[in-house]
């Protein structure tokens, strides 16, 4: 599974690519609204750092507006991914996309039907939300398995983007469901990363070499 960051601060995208683990950005209306500038720049700024998709999504609810949207993110850069609520409109918006060679990811999938549908428009991307489905009850790497053993079972070339993502544990179980990729907050990268044992080992491994030198040098 590829690990993609979703934010849209431009630092997390900094400080996570300088990791060498990010193949790709996903942003979202609520993500680039904290940024408090205009959402073109911040898109250019983290096109300038990523040599991988950047999902970049309309905020439009007519497929007209969507198409006009995602026609001008996608001039910006062939990396440039739309991303598409799914719905009626949606799915209009990523035919028109699919036709184009344009790349797309649609959003907002809670069910294996959404997931169907948008494949069979010609998503390049579907993103199944795991946590806001475990809040309303729901098994949210259940429907990452569903939809990855559909997308085998019917040779469907879409990929999963496991999204909603907010422990290490989602990304465990994503990956194992068969999600191509997972989206997850810089925080949750930096805790892939974390153990305690790790870091008590380090600091074992110091202290003797420590005493060592001491002991060599005295
Ligand atoms: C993915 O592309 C979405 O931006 C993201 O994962 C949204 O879900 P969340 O707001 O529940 O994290």
């Given at each position: 599974m590829k690990i993609f960051i979703d934010t849209a601060n431009i630092e997390e995208v900094k400080a996570a690519y300088d990791l060498g683990v990010i193949a790709g950005v996903t942003t979202n209306p609520s993500l680039a609204a904290?940024?408090?500038?205009a959402f073109e720049d911040v898109l250019h700024d983290i096109l300038g750092i990523v040599d991988g998709p950047v999902s970049a999504q309309v905020t439009d609810t007519e497929a007209k507006g969507m198409i006009a949207q995602g026609e001008d993110f996608a001039a910006l850069s062939d990396k440039v991914t739309v991303k598409v609520p799914m719905g009626l409109e949606g799915l209009k918006a990523v035919a028109h996309f699919a036709k184009r060679g344009i790349k797309t990811n649609v959003t907002l999938i809670f069910t294996i039907n959404q997931a169907l549908m948008a494949s069979r428009a010609g998503a390049t991307f579907v993103s199944p939300f795991i946590n806001r489905l475990e809040n309303v009850n729901h098994d949210g790497l259940q429907l990452i398995e569903g939809i990855a053993d559909l997308f085998t079972t019917h040779a469907i070339p879409t990929e999963i983007i496991a999204a909603s993502i907010r422990t290490p544990y989602h990304v465990t179980k994503a990956a194992q469901a068969g999600a191509h990729i997972g989206t997850m907050p810089y925080d949750v990268i930096r805790q892939l990363v974390q153990h305690p044992l790790t870091d008590q080992g380090v600091k074992k491994f110091l202290d003797d070499w420590s005493k060592y030198q001491a002991a060599v040098l005295a």
């Open positions: 904290k940024e408090g500038r």
